[in-house]
């Protein structure tokens, strides 16, 4: 098999990232339709790059990079404009973002003041809060469109999106202070 193929999927998360300029132009000029099926492109996207990572064993320490970051920046970029077009509350926003940057400042001092960490799969909350923020966004997607008025839905996934946000962050710090603990028994 060519060497070549094994980049497909890291080629398939760099275009998922580069849509990501369409996708919020899109979003600016409220046409929600194409934003939307932006989105699900994208979504399908990053099922067939780990798809074709696993299948062939194409896994490597870039795409384990470039995969979360690539999701990441989608859910950001349209949480920033959901937040500025005043279709999300800021303060989910802010405890999003916050909740980012607490495990990014965890996960850099563990790494340089403890030990090495290898790059885990995210765990069980953190997958659920994932995937209640893409349903979040597609939804709002949706209703924006006026395809189908999902306000009440969106209404309940707002105040679950806070709760999973809160609580895999808390899973998180508590992940860290047991990591660093393992590393303090395992050096003494």
Not at 49 to 73: E, M, N, T, V
Not at 126 to 133: E, G, M, P, R
């Amino acid at each position: 098999m060519n060497p070549y193929l094994r980049h497909i999927p890291n080629a398939i998360t760099i275009a998922r990232m580069l849509s990501l300029i369409p996708l919020v132009w899109l979003m600016l000029q409220k046409h929600y339709t194409g934003a939307l099926i932006l989105a699900l492109l994208a979504g399908a996207s990053d099922g067939v790059d780990g798809f074709l990572a696993k299948r062939y064993s194409w896994q490597g320490r870039l795409g384990s990079i470039l995969d979360p970051l690539a999701d990441k920046l989608m859910m950001l970029c349209c949480f920033s404009v959901f937040v500025y077009q005043q279709h999300f509350p800021m303060w989910l926003f802010l405890m999003i973002v916050g909740r980012d940057v607490v495990i990014i400042l965890g996960t850099s001092y563990v790494n340089f003041f403890v030990g090495r960490l290898k790059i885990a799969t995210p765990t069980l909350v953190s997958k659920i809060n994932t995937a209640l923020q893409i349903i979040l966004i597609l939804t709002l997607l949706v209703t924006l469109a006026g395809i189908y008025d999902l306000a009440e839905i969106n209404q309940l996934l707002i105040v679950l999106v806070a709760f999973f946000t809160v609580i895999s962050g808390i899973h998180y710090v508590w992940m860290g202070v047991r990591i660093k603990q393992q590393f303090k028994q395992g050096s003494s």
